[in-house]
């Protein structure tokens, strides 16, 4: 099976360029299943219905999040209704929404769980104890894990830890592409960050000039999406449905 993971999609202009090739990208791979980051898909960070419904209507099969999954006020509603929109699995019990979405492709099954760091970030359940209880849980041997983190050296560490056990590892938040990927084991598709989707030049998805008078002068300032063509950000993962083995990953940028 071939798996497309498209790395964070930043805003309007994210959604927009993945709405006018996604289909070509999925035929191009011959495109089996899909996950697509979505924290970040609408405007000003979080997720919207809008947003959310855009990204399922393109193409997605399952959308996973991050730090900024609660960004949005009033998404509580959409955690409830919607299986297939993750929130990071070792956020604390009671937290409204999953980590965990298993997709029943008869006779396949393909467990997608997203993960969040804690260097950098929020100090959320240990991921390495989160993602030993949810493998041994999840029933199949089709494991997708987003790991969305900050520190590289986390993102590293989760990867060699988990090889040999799932079917990827692929990191996300950071929104750079890194040129890492491998196979770890001979089993396992591993990437530093995937990249994102959304404007080309910019920082992060941020019009270059505010974001460098915000990091120049520490002045607040109020964000704005970059006006540049936009690029996307994906790896294709090939793997053997039957054992849960990843064979090859490929980096995507279409500009």
Known sequence: MNLLFVGDVVGTAGIDILERYIYKLKCDHSID????????????????????????????????????????????????????????????????????YIADLFPVRIAVINLMGTVGL?????????????????????????????ATSEKKALGHYLAGRVTAVLGTHTHVQTADEMILKDHTA????????????????????????????????????SSSPSFINAVVVSFDEKLGKANKIERIIMR
């Open 33 to 100: 299943f899909t996950v697509v980051n979505g924290e970040n898909s609408a405007v000003g960070n979080g997720i919207t219905k809008q947003s959310y419904d855009r990204l399922m209507r393109l193409g997605a099969d399952v959308v996973t999040g991050g730090n900024h999954s609660f960004q949005q006020r009033g998404c509580e509603e959409l955690y409830e209704q919607n299986a297939t929109l993750l929130r990071p699995a070792n956020y604390p019990d009671g937290v409204i929404g999953t980590g965990v």
């Open 122 to 150: 929020e100090a959320l359940e240990n991921p390495f104890f989160t993602a030993d209880r949810l493998i041994d849980e999840a029933g199949t041997p089709n494991i997708i894990i987003d790991f969305h983190a900050e």
């Open 190 to 225: 591993y990437i530093t960050d995937a990249g994102m989707c959304g404007p080309e030049i910019s920082v992060l998805g941020i019009d270059p000039e505010i974001a460098v008078a915000r990091m120049k002068y520490h002045y607040p300032a109020v964000f704005r999406p």
